[in-house]
């Protein structure tokens, strides 16, 4: 256990991580008050070591011990919201189900929407320098202009970067958005029972970065000033019923 936070919970981000997205997802939802610490790639580290943490954001630091990964935040969240509100229904086959979605997106969503993501905007140092604006203090811009280069390269390392990985990604992206859009064709509106669930709100925010949705201008800017390959990536998402699926929960859920 790690350093315990004093008040309201601190999460530390960074800020354009789509897991980080949801985490702040569940926390919003829950109606729980929290302060956002958000850093940079790589200076992430200071904040999660310094919270007690081992490196990997979203990292939720409460008066009662840390929370470090999405899905526990989210769980986190559930144990202080009302049984209506809550991301898991009550009946545990339902559950179950979300679960195993959420697990799925996790794993497979998650990675290979970053992979995809990066690899169409990490070579566009005006919108990296832009979204970096947008998203976090003027000291760590600053400190962005210097080490943009190495810093991009790095990433490029650490996800696999390249254009074989990313047209991988694409294709594992492009099944399971595929397997979504065959769950929602008996024209459900949650993938889970009757109500929006954590299988909603993980499969909304791990596909944001793709997608697009106008509830992210603040983070990834509009689409229309994003790079040409962003918006025919986001253009072609969308014409699926997974796709339409990542816009209508942001519109009912999230805003
Ligand atoms: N399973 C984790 C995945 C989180 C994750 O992949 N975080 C990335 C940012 S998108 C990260 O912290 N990368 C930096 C690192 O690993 O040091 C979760 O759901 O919270």
């Known amino acids: 256990m790690g350093a315990l936070a004093v008040g309201a919970p601190r999460l530390v981000t960074i800020p354009f991580s789509h897991y980080c997205e949801k985490a702040r997802w569940g926390l919003d939802h829950a109606g729980v008050a929290y302060v956002e610490a958000a850093y940079l790639p790589m200076l992430h580290l200071v904040g999660v070591k310094g919270a007690g943490g081992d ?142 669930t954590a299988a909603d709100l993980t499969f909304a925010a791990l596909a944001g970065p793709v997608v697009f949705p106008p509830e992210l201008d603040a983070i990834y800017g509009r689409l229309e000033d994003a790079p040409a390959v962003v918006g025919q990536l986001a253009g072609e998402l969308r014409e699926t019923p997974a796709g339409r699926h990542v816009l209508a929960v942001y519109v009912q859920a999230r805003r």
């Open 55 to 196: 490196h990997q954001v979203p990292l939720l630091a409460t008066s009662e011990g840390l929370v470090s990964d999405s899905t526990d935040i989210l769980r986190w969240c559930d144990a202080r919201t009302a049984p209506e509100r809550r991301l898991w229904p009550e009946d545990a086959a339902l559950a179950a189900e979300v679960s195993a979605w959420e697990e799925r997106f996790d794993a497979e969503l998650g990675p290979n929407a970053r992979r995809v993501a990066y690899g169409c905007v990490l070579g566009d140092a005006a919108y990296m320098r832009d979204m970096v604006a947008r998203t976090l203090p003027p000291w760590q811009r600053g400190l962005f202009a210097v080490v943009r280069v190495p810093a991009v390269a790095m990433i490029r390392r650490a996800y696999g970067i390249h254009p074989a990985g990313v047209a991988r990604a694409r294709a594992r992206l492009d099944a399971l958005f595929a397997e979504v859009s065959t769950c929602l064709a008996d024209g459900r509106s949650w993938l889970v029972g009757d109500r929006f």
